[in-house]
């Protein structure tokens, strides 16, 4: 009797010991990952030009892919991305929407001028609302619609030359 | 610098030492020698002043800003105040550890002094499995954790100069906190080595019993100490949060606090010597198990060391080489224990002891599987999720109330027998002003849940309670009449005050105002001045009561420039009755200020209350015994 | 008799309260506030966060309020975007059976132990 209590408990300690020592390999920051698709929740937000409130629901009319990119002016790796962005706009097989973080519009501007606007449209996220709204929480971030208004992708960082790959399979 | 060499090299004779006691015990179990046994005590003695030089030699570091030393160089700045440059000395991974082992060593030192009435093979085998614990740490701190290793070329400055982390209760609140948990070993190894040469009796108990005090009164007050600290200056007003580390120091406490009620009932009646060394085992086991997700980088919090799974592994597998011998020793040994066939009547003290070991029992390990759940379901899954608050709130909560009403019926029961259920009239007239009370305050409050009124009501019940039997001058049971008491306040204190609690947030521009209940909160001005090593921002504000009394707040917000940190002072106005609390933030990029003002009623009782607790232990602890 | 020596402690009592605003909404709020993590931080909620991050969360919990959805509806929407890691609330579905039973399949356990102990006792 007390040998089965002793074996029960001995089994049950090495399942601790090897769960808690796996878990130490597990990194503890959490990361928001896309687990499958979903469908995008309607936002509105100001016109980054002309200031007028705008709805989703009339930004994504046509039977499109499209492409939301969270920027700002201030974010490095930003910068790192907008040349994929200039591409992806050039291959005109999808429609990108800019999302302006948190940011100066002089300074935005400025940048755009440099590096190029690969944005149909752009709205101002100037308190993180509308980035909340999709599911985002940092810049840069990247969303990939599809024609039936489903998110199917969300990229959380810089696209690189991996990712900008893996959004022409998707987009073609 | 040569302190780094002597911290090192005093380490180095420490391991020695401790080996040689190690040694020495094992081979005078098998014969003893008396003259042998004089050593020991000299032996331990070194064994701890070693570490002890080791310790004052970082100490000695800290306090030269030495940053040829690693950890001084991380942890230390030269423009420190001296109190926490030697404060920081423990406030870092490495020497925390020290810490502990100086604790550890300290602790069997004053045990093998304090224990000559016990057994000389107990002592013996107590000293051997303590050594196995300090020869661990030993080892982990030489080989994974030495706070004396060396940098070239040496820095000029240090990188450490969290503001966060200079404050006074910060600073006192881990040796306090180390005091308790760490001493839990002595009764680890005390148990164990009772349990093997069958001396698990009553008069163990009534030996042991001064080392679950003492712990129990230090594992309090450090936790005490660090939810005051959390209060004054984390910022909003909190004092527990169900953070994983908080989580951590109460499990031990539990345990400690049931250990605490068993030890009463084996040295009073010789029954429950099993489960008093299971609980033994398990409290230091929680402790060590604590020092283990604390360290490892396993759990988010904001108040974890620096992640190193390294070092976590290291923990991990002495934690299970611990609870694996401790098994394997009670499992072995288990026949020793002398079974007591005398009758467990229900309405005796020993069965309240025994429902109340089962709530505590129920408690912990809603505390441990909340914490530790996440992880299994990570490692399992791959999914993640959160356990917080709530959690905590739905599971405790609805059980807090029985166990309230049988703390208030249970310490007035009799030890073997209850022939006359005494002062019955008492506790129904009691019962009865409950309700009257209750009903009363359903009437003001209308909208506290029903279980918070029941909770309020079994509060009540233990405070009337308990304050009746602390007037009633019963010398004999004068410390369980502190402690009880003393926790019954506390619970109504955090009860009055989580529902009392009234807050305001807003946004205010200098010049404005805004109303807050009866009373205006008036936006007066705002001083910037420029300190040592901080910019200041005093936000000047005003409340006007509806009596027209004025209180004028000056809540602060510090910029550091080295590193970039902004905090926010608190100015906190306290009052018996209540604690009135105000904050202000900047917002980025606006020209106005968030601010918080609450008002708290009661706060002060929750620490006074918690104090109130730990002094009953300590009256208990002082106490000379009665023939 | 001993009844009359406890009432002024009751009367004291009642002057210990003044009476309450209507503070519904923004106690609804801060509740909401501390059941949602901030994903940027080591472990705070948006109460305890001054993070940009947590200051948009709260903007947007407030602009739900005011739109009219419910607690609940919030953190659905919450977890919805984030995952169910971001509400310090466990659900109780397939994945959290253990986390909520087990403490309570202990309490019966515990309680099984000693009422076999005080029956065999008896006898």
């Known amino acids: 009797m007390k040998n089965r209590y002793f074996f029960i408990i001995i089994v049950l300690f090495f399942f601790f010991f090897i769960v808690l020592f796996k878990g130490l390999k597990n990194p503890n920051v959490y990361i928001p990952e896309l687990q499958k698709e979903k469908n995008l929740s309607r936002f509105e937000a100001s016109d980054f030009y002309s200031n007028k409130k705008t709805s989703s629901l009339d930004i994504l009319n046509d039977n499109n892919f499209y492409l939301i990119n969270i920027w700002a002016s201030w974010c490095l790796p930003c910068r790192e991305e907008h040349d994929y962005l200039i591409k992806l706009k050039e291959q005109n097989l999808v429609k990108l929407i800019g999302i302006n973080y948190k940011d100066n519009f002089k300074n935005a501007k400025k940048f755009l001028n440099e590096m190029g606007n690969p944005y149909s449209k752009i709205l101002k996220d100037k308190n993180g609302t509308v980035s909340i709204q999709l599911g985002a929480y940092g810049v840069p971030e990247t969303f990939i619609i599809d024609k039936n208004k489903k998110i199917i992708k969300k990229i959380i960082g810089p696209i690189d030359k991996k990712i900008y790959n893996e959004i022409l399979l998707i987009i073609k | 610098m040569i302190f780094n060499y002597i911290g090192n090299y005093s380490l180095i004779i420490s391991v020695i030492i401790s080996l040689t006691i190690f040694f020495l015990s094992i081979s005078n179990l098998q014969k003893i020698n008396i003259k042998k046994k004089i050593n020991l005590n000299k032996l331990n003695f070194f064994q701890f002043f070693f570490v002890l030089v080791s310790f004052f030699s970082l100490v000695v570091l800290f306090v030269l800003s030495e940053f040829s030393n690693i950890t001084v160089f991380n942890n230390s700045h030269t423009t420190k105040p001296l109190f926490y440059k030697i404060s920081g000395t423990w406030g870092n991974h490495e020497g925390s550890l020290l810490l502990w082992l100086l604790i550890l060593t300290l602790s069997l030192f004053i045990y093998f002094l304090s224990s000559k009435s016990r057994p000389i093979k107990e002592r013996l085998l107590t000293l051997i499995f303590q050594e196995v614990i300090i020869i661990g740490f030993l080892i982990f701190i030489i080989k994974t954790s030495n706070p004396f290793n060396q940098i070239f070329p040496i820095p000029k400055e240090g990188l450490g100069l969290n503001p966060i982390l200079q404050d006074p209760i910060l600073a006192i609140h881990p040796p306090v906190l180390y005091l308790g948990y760490v001493s839990t070993s002595i009764i680890f190894s005390s148990s164990l080595a009772s349990l093997v040469q069958g001396n698990v009796n009553n008069l163990w108990a009534k030996h042991i019993k001064k080392w679950i005090f003492a712990s129990w009164i230090f594992l309090t007050i450090g936790i005490l100490l660090g939810s005051i600290w959390a209060y004054y200056e984390l910022g909003w007003g909190g004092f527990?949060?169900?953070?994983?580390?908080e989580n951590i120091s109460l499990m031990p406490w539990l345990s400690l606090t049931a250990l605490l009620h068993c030890i009463l009932v084996l040295e009073k009646r010789s029954l429950l010597s099993s489960w008093t060394i299971i609980l033994s085992i398990s409290t230091f086991t929680l402790s060590v198990c604590g020092t283990f997700l604390v360290r490892s980088g396993i759990l988010n919090s904001v108040h974890t060391f620096a992640n190193d799974p390294e070092r976590g592994l290291f923990i991990l597998i002495f934690l299970f080489i611990l609870v694996f011998l401790s098994l394997v020793i009670y499992f072995l040994f288990e026949k020793n224990l002398k079974t007591n066939n005398n009758k467990f009547n229900l309405l005796t003290k020993e069965s309240s002891i025994l429902i109340n070991n089962w709530f505590i029992m129920y408690f912990l390990s809603?505390?441990?599987i909340g914490t530790i759940y996440p992880i299994f379901l990570e490692v399992l899954s791959d999914q993640k999720i959160s356990v917080g608050p709530p959690f905590f709130n739905k599971l405790l909560i609805p059980f807090l109330i029985p166990f309230l009403i049988f703390m208030s019926i249970g310490p007035n029961l009799n030890w073997i027998k209850n022939k006359i259920f005494e002062n019955k009239i008492q506790l129904i007239i009691f019962f009865i002003l409950n309700l009257i009370l209750s009903f009363?305050?359903?009437k003001i409050f209308g909208r506290i849940t029903l279980t918070f009124t029941i909770l309020l009501a079994a509060s009540?019940?233990?405070?009337?309670?308990?304050?009746?039997?602390?007037?009633?001058?019963?010398y004999k049971n004068i410390s369980q009449a502190i402690s009880h008491f003393g926790f019954s306040l506390l619970i109504l204190s955090i009860l009055m005050n989580s529902i009392l609690s009234k807050e305001i947030i807003a946004n205010l521009k200098v010049g404005e105002e805004i109303k807050f209940m009866e009373s205006t909160i008036k936006f007066k001005k705002v001083e910037n001045s420029s300190r040592s090593n901080f910019k200041s921002l005093v936000g000047?504000?005003?409340i006007n009561n509806k009596d027209d009394k004025k209180f004028l707040f000056k809540p602060e917000i510090r910029i550091y420039n080295q590193p970039q940190v902004i905090t926010?002072?608190?100015?906190i106005k306290t009052n018996f009755f209540k604690d009135k609390f105000f904050v202000i933030n900047l917002v980025k990029g606006e020209n106005y200020f968030n601010i918080?003002?609450?008002?708290?009623?009661?706060?002060?009782?929750?620490?006074?209350s918690t104090i109130l607790i730990a002094i009953g232990g300590s009256v208990s602890f002082f106490k000379r015994y009665e023939k | 008799m001993k009844i009359i020596k406890f009432l002024p402690i009751i009367f004291l009592y009642f002057s210990l309260f003044s009476s309450f605003s209507n503070e519904k909404n923004s106690q609804l709020e801060n509740k909401i506030f501390k059941n949602l993590r901030c994903i940027i931080c080591q472990g705070q909620s948006i109460y305890d966060s001054q993070s940009d991050f947590a200051e948009s969360m709260k903007l947007v919990v407030k602009q739900k309020l005011d739109s009219g959805m419910s607690e609940e509806e919030i953190y659905i929407f919450f977890k919805d975007q984030y995952g169910e890691w971001i509400s310090y609330d466990p659900e109780f579905n397939t994945k959290t059976y253990f986390l909520w039973g087990l403490p309570v399949l202990i309490f019966l356990l515990g309680g099984a132990i000693i009422l076999r102990k005080l029956a065999v006792l008896k006898n």
Do not use: G, N
């Not at chain 2, 527990?240 to 580390?245: A, L, N, Y």
């Not at chain 2, 926010?568 to 100015?571: F, G, I, Q, T, V």
């Open chain 2, 540 to 542: 000047f504000f005003e």
């Open chain 2, 596 to 608: 918080r003002y609450q008002e708290k009623p009661l706060m002060i009782w929750i620490w006074l």
């Open chain 2, 440 to 442: 009363f305050i359903i």
């Open chain 2, 366 to 368: 809603v505390i441990l």
């Open chain 2, 460 to 474: 009540f019940y233990l405070f009337f309670i308990t304050f009746k039997d602390l007037i009633k001058k019963d």
């Open chain 2, 568 to 571: 926010s002072e608190a100015d």
């Open chain 2, 240 to 245: 527990w949060f169900w953070d994983p580390v």
